[in-house]
Every structure is written in C-alpha cells, then in structure tokens.
C-alpha cells in the first residue's frame, strides 16, 4: 500500500460498508460447520514439516544468509519503523494500520531458524519477549490503548509470527498458545459487538481503508492451527472467531468468493471507473493474499466449491494479470498485461507464499512451478545483489532504474521513483515485508505426502530431517538441471521429485536400487516415486529441457529455459545516493540510515531497443558446479541464450518504453545478442517484439 491509499479520505471507508456486490449464482455463502469436539479441518495432500526441519543449501544458502546480512537481518538495529516501532515500546509507524513490525516479524521468524542464526533468533526472541510480556489485562496484543485504535490486522502477522516461533522452539510453546487464547478470546468478544476492530466505525483510527477486513482470512491461518494443535477447550470460540473474521468481510463488501467467478472477476479494467466491486479488489497485494480466501474457508467448511474456486481464481489472475516473471502486474492496482505497469515487491513476496500454501492442498504441478517461477525471477529480480535495496515496482520492461522524468500517468498508485532501487521507495511496506520470501519459500520445499513419504516439491538446494530420515539435495537448479540426493534413513520409505511441467521426455532419473536411468516426464501431479531402502543410498534425476517462446499480444513475447524468464543483457553505469525518504519529501537522516543504505541510480550504457527472432536462440552454459556468490547479480548465472536480435525505432511514453510495437521500425544490422536471467538483471528488456530475421551467426560475440 502507498501514502496516497493510506491517505483516502475516511469517509470513503465508510462508504464501502454500505457497497453491495450483485449476488452470483457461484458466489453463495455456503454455511460452515460449528465446531465441535470432534469437528476437523480438511488436511493439505501434502503436509508442511516444522519450521527448521529444513535447511537451505548451495546458491540458496548463500542467498538466505546474505540477506540476513543485509536489509532483513539489519532493520531491527536501525530501521525506525522497526526499532523504533510502537510494537516494543518506541514511537514511529509509517500507517496507522502498525502493521511494520508485524511484517518484520513474520519473516524474521522463518530466517532465524531456518538459518538457525543466533544472532537473528536474538532479535526475534527479544520482539517475543516484549510483546508478550506487555499484552494487555485485558488479552490485546499490541501498544494500542484505545478502542479507536485497535485494529485487528496486523495481529494477524504477529499470530503467523509467533506459530512459527511455536514450531521451532516448543519450549516456548505454551507461553505463545496461552497468549493467542487471551487473545483470541478478546478478539471473539470484539467481534461479536458490531465487528469492533475489524469494521473501522466512525471515530476509529485504525484503518481508513479496510485492508483488514479484505485481508481478514489471514487470521485463519494460525487460529486453525491453534484450533488442531492447542484447542484448551476453546475450540467453540476459535472456530467462530474464524467465522467472524469472514461474516465481517462480507458484512464490509469485500468477501472474495464474489470476486473470483468468470464474469466478475476484472479482465482489463483502469481505475477509476465503474466496477461491481470495491477497489481493495483490484489491489495486487490484496489479490495475492486474496488467493487464500475461499481456501480458508474450505477448510472449515469442507465445501468442494470453494477448493474449486480456488483453482478458477489462479486460473482466472494467471489469464489476465500474471506477469512473465510470476507475480502480479499491478501498480497498485491492475489494469492490464502493459509491460511498463508496475508490479509491487509486496505482490511477488505474497504470491510466493499463496501459491506454495494452495499447493499443498490442490496438488497441482503447475502451482508449485509457479512459486518457483515468482522465486527465481520476480523476487529477485526487484532486489539488488547485497540485499541492501529494493524496488517498489517491477516492469517487465525496464531500461532504467531512476527518478523518471515524467509523472507515470502509466501508473494508478506509485509515484515517480518507483521503480529505483533503494531503502524505502515509494512506500515502506515492502522494506519490511520481503524478508519473508525467501525464509517461506524453504520451509515448503519439502513436505510430507499422504503415503507417509517425503517430497521434494520446490527444487533448489538444502536439506531435510524428518520421519526418521535425513535427505541432502546437492543441486545447481534453477541455474543446472541436474538434482542428486543423498539418503539415510532408519527405515524404508518413499521419496518423490517433483518433475517440473515444462521438463522434456528425455529428463531421466535413477533410484537407489538400480544403476540404470530410466525416463521420466512430469504428470498433473508431477512427483516422481523412489523406493528407499533403510540405510543409505542416492537418487538421481536429470532435467531436460529446450527454450521456450511465450507470446503475448500484438506479435510480442518472451523466453524461458527451464524455470527461468530471459532478459536482453543490458550493460549500465550504477550510482549511489543518500536515501530519499518514502514520500519523497526529503533525504532521510543519517541516523535513520547505515552506510550501507542507499538509493541506487541505473542508466544504460548499451541498446534496449531490440526485437528477436524466436526461431534462433542457443543456450550458452557455464560450468556450474560452483555458482558465484551472490548469484542473482549481472552476469553471474552460468547459463545464458543467444538470440537472434535487432535494433528497432521503440518510442518513449512517460519516460518508460511503450508497448512493444506490433510492426516495429528496424534501424540496425541483425546480430546474436546476449540474454541472461531476469533475476539476476535489474534492468532488463524481456516482453519483446518478434520479427524474422535473416540466419544469425550466434556464436559471434555481441
């Protein structure tokens, strides 16, 4: 969320209590079950494993440890919204929602302890310990004093924060839980009387928006996890705290199971305009999160309708505003698949979490592609290599990073600097909500399958101890296609590889009991099984794949290899400046910055306007046994395309790239041009114009 949603008139919340959504015959209420003893929630296929089973490996490894020593692992010593938060007894938020170090939290949680990094658990520990130790008489979590103030949503974070923190450390298990009961207990009560906290009312403070009742689902994540695990004899109030959460969203207009249906939910639309829905919809983080809905309550009502809506919806978002790296095109909002639009870094890091979470309940391979689509190229590619700046806004189509020159009328909600790598652009939201990504991104990569077996389901380096087996996964993917696995386990048991969808038929595998490879090809499920038998033994499994075109409109597209979206090199000259404060008004504070914060300037030095011929692309690999470190930087991934290029007249419109044009202008001599992984190129060209092009030598250097 940006300083000017935050910054809507009140009233306007106030009028979205009385907005109605027409009725859809797909789109009823269905009753949920009221729980009893013996009342269950619907189990995942496959069934994550706790918080710190799972160990990164390799380039991931790397990763997740220089981002614990950047930006992530360092907000808490100086980061104002954080270590000066209201949340441990400070004074600054940048929102009256105080949702910035529930963000924090949230991911600092998962990056303490899959790192098991003492240093980090420190910090985590010490928010705990205060939170805890000042919850209220009365069983409110948070410095908030005054009904007028209290907002439920960011407890929705600190409840994901602390069972997660539950999960790895049970010695603090009972404390956490018997915080959550006093709270969930109040919140119950809070509810119950018109929605308090939840609906904002008149002379309330606490959101001028309504972002918790459209992110009100987010609570069901912990409390059903509270309700299977720690129930007390309290389950009759979880369950219908859960209930609450969903009748007051739908009370407010904005129960998602109305928005997810053909024919409502927005194929192209530009606001303002007239809609049959508020705008909290069209906002992409909000649509990120929104995913989670109908499954939420799935779970608790056991109504296949809604496992199947869930489907429509990614159905329904991958078909009109998915972008070519995974997340959502949205700026903040979505309007249509313009590869100049904008894509929040708080998106891609939300769509990582939903996909790998509605994975593990649906099944579906594509799903589990789709997080490491978003993983191995939106999310990277919207952080610098240090993990010391981000981006608010991603474009597909981004040639420069810098204050633009124009206002972006192109743009709904971002302003000028968008798109500039640094501490806090555009909006803090994403400074303290990225940690997340990476940290939740390990801890699905492996889970347990309905068999009692073990899958690897995210492929990328690390390892797992579970069910009496320990599994190492010494791997170079996304950037080789090779996996090999090492296993000891005290008893037989089943081990499955997921098989991405885009791998060939001639990807082979070979199991533990045999020397011979065999073939093997991705199903709708896409897990590969391997009999192991007790003690140890090795796996082996062998991608194969060819590069991929993508089209888009207007004789446009893109290129994949693997799990990776390709980009046209471009070379660039990087400066760095003092950080400019989020609304821009001013350059912050030496005291509100580190010397290793800054704003970081990106102009290119090399051409951006080119359009390639699909018809001639040639993988170029490196030997990848040992990847740099960091990875995700210019020129350090050892696999790279030719193409078959062109420079074209390609026009300027707000000071970004147009649209690329359908019958472009070609102004140069064809030549091989180098393409590298988005991930690792900040600024990039990937949403190409196609044209035919004469043979292209494409060994011949560029």
């Given at each position: 969320?940006?300083?000017?949603?935050?910054?809507?008139?009140?009233?306007?919340?106030?009028?979205?209590?009385?907005?109605?959504?027409?009725?859809?015959?797909?789109?009823?209420?269905?009753?949920?079950?009221?729980?009893?003893?013996?009342?269950?929630?619907?189990?995942?296929?496959?069934?994550?494993?706790?918080?710190?089973?799972?160990?990164?490996?390799?380039?991931?490894?790397?990763?997740?440890?220089?981002?614990?020593?950047?930006?992530?692992?360092?907000?808490f010593?100086?980061?104002?919204?954080?270590?000066?938060?209201?949340?441990?007894?400070?004074?600054?938020?940048?929102?009256?929602?105080h949702?910035?170090?529930?963000?924090?939290?949230?991911?600092?949680?998962p990056?303490?302890?899959?790192l098991?990094?003492?240093?980090?658990?420190?910090?985590?520990?010490?928010?705990?310990?205060?939170?805890?130790?000042?919850?209220?008489?009365?069983?409110?979590?948070?410095?908030?004093?005054?009904?007028?103030?209290?907002?439920?949503?960011?407890?929705?974070?600190?409840?994901?924060?602390?069972?997660?923190?539950?999960?790895?450390?049970?010695?603090?298990?009972?404390?956490i839980?018997?915080?959550?009961?006093?709270?969930?207990?109040l919140?119950?009560?809070?509810?119950?009387n018109?929605?308090?906290g939840?609906?904002?009312?008149?002379?309330?403070?606490?959101?001028?928006?309504?972002?918790?009742?459209?992110?009100?689902?987010?609570?069901?994540?912990?409390?059903?996890?509270?309700?299977?695990?720690?129930?007390?004899?309290?389950?009759?109030?979880?369950?219908?705290?859960?209930e609450?959460?969903?009748?007051?969203?739908t009370?407010?207009?904005?129960d998602?199971?109305?928005?997810?249906v053909?024919?409502?939910?927005?194929e192209?639309?530009?606001?303002?305009?007239?809609?049959?829905?508020?705008?909290?919809?069209?906002?992409?983080?909000?649509?990120?999160?929104?995913?989670?809905?109908?499954?939420?309550?799935?779970?608790?009502?056991h109504?296949?309708?809604?496992?199947?809506?869930?489907?429509?919806?990614?159905?329904?978002?991958?078909?009109?505003?998915?972008?070519?790296?995974?997340?959502?095109?949205?700026?903040?909002?979505?309007?249509?698949?313009?590869?100049?639009?904008?894509?929040e870094?708080?998106?891609?890091?939300?769509?990582?979490?939903?996909?790998?979470?509605?994975?593990q309940?649906?099944?579906d391979?594509?799903?589990?592609?789709?997080?490491?689509?978003?993983?191995?190229?939106?999310?990277?590619?919207?952080?610098?290599?240090?993990?010391?700046?981000?981006?608010?806004?991603?474009?597909?189509?981004?040639?420069?990073?810098?204050?633009?020159?124009?206002?972006?009328?192109?743009?709904?909600?971002?302003?000028?600097?968008?798109?500039?790598f640094?501490?806090?652009?555009?909006?803090?939201?994403?400074?303290?909500?990225?940690?997340?990504?990476?940290?939740?991104?390990?801890?699905?990569?492996?889970?347990?399958?309905?068999?009692?077996?073990?899958?690897?389901?995210?492929?990328?380096?690390?390892?797992?101890?579970?069910?009496?087996?320990?599994?190492?996964?010494?791997?170079?993917?996304?950037?080789?296609?090779?996996?090999?696995?090492?296993?000891?386990?005290?008893?037989?048991f089943?081990?499955?590889?997921?098989?991405?969808?885009?791998?060939?038929?001639?990807?082979?595998a070979?199991?533990?009991?045999?020397?011979?490879?065999?073939?093997?090809?991705?199903?709708?499920?896409?897990?590969?099984a391997?009999?192991?038998?007790?003690?140890?033994?090795?796996?082996?499994?062998?991608?194969?794949?060819?590069?991929?075109?993508?089209?888009?409109?207007?004789?446009?597209?893109?290129?994949?290899?693997?799990?990776?979206?390709?980009t046209?090199?471009?070379?660039?000259?990087?400066?760095?400046?003092?950080?400019?404060?989020w609304?821009?008004?001013s350059?912050?504070?030496?005291?509100?910055?580190?010397?290793?914060?800054?704003?970081?300037?990106?102009?290119?030095?090399?051409?951006?306007?080119?359009?390639?011929?699909?018809?001639?692309?040639?993988?170029?690999?490196?030997?990848?046994?040992?990847?740099?470190?960091?990875?995700?930087?210019?020129?350090?991934?050892?696999?790279?395309?030719?193409?078959?290029?062109?420079?074209?007249?390609?026009?300027?419109?707000?000071?970004?790239?147009?649209?690329?044009?359908?019958?472009?202008l070609?102004?140069?001599?064809?030549?091989?041009?180098?393409?590298?992984?988005?991930?690792?190129?900040?600024?990039?060209?990937?949403?190409?114009?196609?044209?035919?092009?004469?043979?292209?030598d494409?060994?011949?250097?560029?």
């Amino acid at each position: 969320m940006s300083v000017s949603s935050i910054a809507r008139a009140f009233t306007a919340a106030l009028a979205l209590l009385c907005t109605t959504i027409p009725a859809h015959p797909q789109a009823l209420y269905p009753q949920t079950v009221k729980a009893r003893d013996d009342a269950k929630l619907v189990q995942p296929i496959y069934q994550s494993l706790p918080l710190g089973s799972i160990k990164p490996g390799g380039w991931l490894k790397d990763q997740i440890e220089t981002e614990a020593s950047g930006l992530a692992g360092n907000l808490f010593d100086f980061y104002r919204y954080v270590q000066d938060s209201m949340w441990i007894g400070g004074h600054t938020e940048y929102s009256p929602l105080h949702e910035s170090a529930p963000y924090w939290f949230n991911g600092l949680v998962p990056l303490a302890f899959g790192l098991d990094d003492a240093r980090l658990r420190g910090q985590v520990t010490a928010f705990v310990d205060y939170v805890l130790d000042h919850q209220q008489s009365d069983g409110w979590i948070g410095p908030e004093t005054t009904p007028e103030s209290r907002g439920l949503w960011a407890r929705c974070y600190i409840l994901l924060g602390l069972m997660q923190y539950a999960q790895a450390d049970p010695s603090q298990a009972d404390r956490i839980v018997d915080a959550m009961h006093r709270y969930v207990n109040l919140a119950h009560s809070m509810l119950q009387n018109n929605f308090t906290g939840l609906l904002p009312k008149a002379n309330d403070s606490f959101d001028g928006d309504g972002f918790g009742p459209a992110r009100a689902h987010e609570m069901h994540i912990p409390l059903q996890w509270l309700y299977e695990r720690y129930p007390r004899n309290n389950s009759q109030v979880i369950w219908e705290t859960m209930e609450l959460m969903i009748e007051g969203s739908t009370v407010f207009g904005v129960d998602w199971r109305n928005f997810w249906v053909p024919g409502v939910y927005p194929e192209v639309t530009y606001t303002p305009r007239e809609q049959p829905y508020t705008w909290l919809f069209n906002h992409g983080v909000n649509m990120a999160e929104g995913l989670r809905f109908p499954l939420s309550i799935y779970r608790m009502s056991h109504d296949e309708a809604l496992r199947t809506q869930t489907r429509t919806a990614l159905d329904l978002l991958s078909q009109w505003h998915k972008s070519l790296a995974g997340t959502i095109i949205g700026d903040e909002f979505v309007t249509d698949l313009n590869p100049s639009r904008g894509a929040e870094l708080c998106t891609s890091t939300e769509m990582m979490f939903s996909t790998a979470y509605i994975y593990q309940y649906l099944g579906d391979n594509d799903l589990a592609d789709w997080t490491e689509l978003t993983a191995f190229n939106a999310f990277p590619g919207q952080l610098s290599p240090d993990w010391w700046s981000h981006q608010y806004v991603q474009q597909e189509n981004q040639p420069w990073s810098r204050t633009l020159n124009e206002y972006p009328q192109m743009w709904q909600n971002v302003g000028v600097r968008g798109n500039v790598f640094g501490l806090e652009p555009n909006y803090p939201c994403c400074t303290v909500n990225h940690p997340q990504a990476y940290p939740k991104f390990l801890a699905n990569s492996f889970v347990i399958t309905e068999d009692g077996g073990i899958a690897h389901v995210l492929l990328s380096p690390g390892s797992v101890t579970a069910k009496g087996a320990t599994i190492l996964a010494d791997t170079t993917y996304p950037f080789g296609m090779d996996l090999q696995y090492s296993i000891t386990t005290e008893t037989e048991f089943t081990f499955y590889v997921r098989i991405p969808a885009w791998a060939s038929s001639s990807s082979t595998a070979t199991g533990p009991s045999s020397d011979v490879s065999t073939q093997i090809s991705p199903t709708d499920q896409g897990l590969q099984a391997f009999t192991v038998p007790k003690g140890e033994s090795s796996v082996t499994v062998n991608l194969q794949a060819e590069p991929r075109v993508v089209t888009r409109a207007n004789n446009s597209a893109a290129v994949y290899y693997g799990a990776l979206l390709y980009t046209l090199a471009i070379d660039f000259n990087e400066s760095a400046i003092q950080p400019w404060s989020w609304d821009g008004g001013s350059v912050l504070n030496s005291s509100d910055t580190t010397p290793q914060t800054h704003d970081h300037i990106i102009e290119p030095t090399s051409p951006w306007n080119i359009a390639f011929d699909p018809s001639q692309i040639k993988v170029v690999q490196a030997n990848a046994s040992t990847l740099p470190n960091p990875i995700w930087d210019y020129g350090a991934p050892p696999v790279e395309l030719r193409v078959a290029a062109v420079e074209i007249d390609w026009p300027l419109k707000f000071d970004t790239p147009e649209d690329p044009p359908s019958e472009p202008l070609v102004t140069g001599k064809p030549f091989s041009a180098r393409f590298v992984p988005f991930g690792s190129a900040k600024v990039h060209m990937a949403h190409l114009p196609v044209v035919q092009l004469p043979e292209v030598d494409l060994d011949a250097s560029t």
